[in-house]
C-alpha cells in the first residue's frame, strides 16, 4: 500500500519570498502523484500532477513540482509567493488501477506581508 | 457549470440524531467519494462508488452509510451522530479511479458538520 508523508504542518513565508513544501511517499509499484490546494473555506483543487515523463511538473498559478524517484518526493516550489498563496496544501499519491488517492496530511502555508 | 455540489454547508446535530449528506455531481462521472477532514489528520476516505448500485467501504466507515441509485447522486447517512463526527465533509467525483491514469478528482466545497 501507498503511503504520503508532509514534512511540514505549517510554513510561514514572506511575500516575495520563495517557498517549497515537501512531500514524500512510500509505494512499492509505479506511483502518480498530484498537489491539490485548498483556498480558506472552499474545497480542494488540482494543482498540478505528474503522471510520467519529465519529472518537472508545472501547475496552475506559478507552482511547479518536482518528481525524484531514488528520493521518493514530490516537493511543491514556488520562486515567489503572493499573499493569495495562502492556503493549504495537500500531496497525493495513487498507482495504476488503485481505486483512490491516498492524502497525506496537508501543510498550512502563511504568506506574510 | 456546477461540478460538485453539496448540501447542506453547515449543520449542527445533536448526539443521536441521524441525518444526511446530499452529493450530487453534473460531470456524467462513474467515480464518486466521500472524505472526511479532520485538523491536521488530511483527508480521510469514508465510502466511495465505481458506479451506480455499488459502494464500497473506505477507510473510515463506521457510522456512516452511503447509496449510489444514480450516476449523479452519492448521498452520505449519519445514522446515531456522535462527536467524534464533528468534521468538514467533502464529496467528490471522478471519471474513472480516481488517481489511476491520472484522473483529475472534483471536490465540492465542503459540508461543515458539529455534533454536540
Known amino acids: 500500500a501507498q503511503s504520503v508523508t508532509q514534512l511540514d504542518s505549517q510554513v510561514p513565508v514572506f511575500e516575495e519570498a520563495p517557498v517549497e513544501l515537501r512531500c514524500n511517499y512510500s509505494?512499492?509499484?509505479?506511483?502518480?502523484l498530484f498537489w491539490y490546494v485548498q483556498y480558506p473555506n472552499q474545497g480542494l483543487q488540482l494543482l498540478l500532477k505528474?503522471?510520467?515523463?519529465?519529472?518537472l511538473v508545472k501547475g496552475i498559478n506559478g507552482f511547479e513540482a518536482e518528481f525524484n524517484k531514488s528520493q521518493t518526493s514530490f516537493h511543491l516550489r514556488k520562486p515567489s509567493v503572493h499573499i493569495s498563496d495562502t492556503a493549504e496544501y495537500f500531496c497525493?499519491?495513487?498507482?495504476?488501477?488503485?481505486?483512490?488517492?491516498?492524502f497525506g496530511q496537508g501543510t498550512r502555508l502563511t504568506i506574510n506581508p | 457549470n456546477a461540478g460538485v455540489t453539496q448540501t447542506p454547508k453547515f449543520r449542527i446535530l445533536k448526539i443521536g440524531q441521524s441525518m444526511t449528506l446530499q452529493c450530487t455531481q453534473d460531470?456524467?462521472?462513474?467515480?464518486m467519494y466521500w472524505y472526511r477532514q479532520d485538523p491536521g489528520m488530511g483527508l480521510k476516505l469514508i465510502y466511495y462508488?465505481?458506479?451506480?448500485?455499488?459502494?464500497d467501504k473506505g477507510e473510515v466507515p463506521n457510522g456512516y452509510n452511503v447509496s449510489r441509485s444514480t450516476t449523479e447522486d452519492f448521498p452520505l447517512r449519519l445514522e446515531l451522530a456522535a462527536p467524534s463526527q464533528t468534521s468538514v465533509y467533502f464529496c467528490?467525483?471522478?471519471?474513472?479511479?480516481?488517481?489511476?491514469?491520472?484522473?483529475?478528482?472534483?471536490f465540492g466545497e465542503g459540508s461543515w458538520l458539529t455534533v454536540v
Open positions: 467528490a467525483s471522478s471519471s474513472s479511479t480516481g488517481g489511476a491514469y491520472g484522473n483529475t478528482i472534483y
Open positions: 509505494s512499492s509499484v509505479s506511483v502518480y
Open positions: 505528474y503522471l510520467s515523463g519529465s519529472t
Open positions: 497525493a499519491v495513487s498507482t495504476q488501477g488503485a481505486q483512490k488517492l491516498v
Open positions: 460531470m456524467n462521472h462513474n467515480y
Open positions: 462508488s465505481v458506479g451506480a448500485g455499488i459502494t
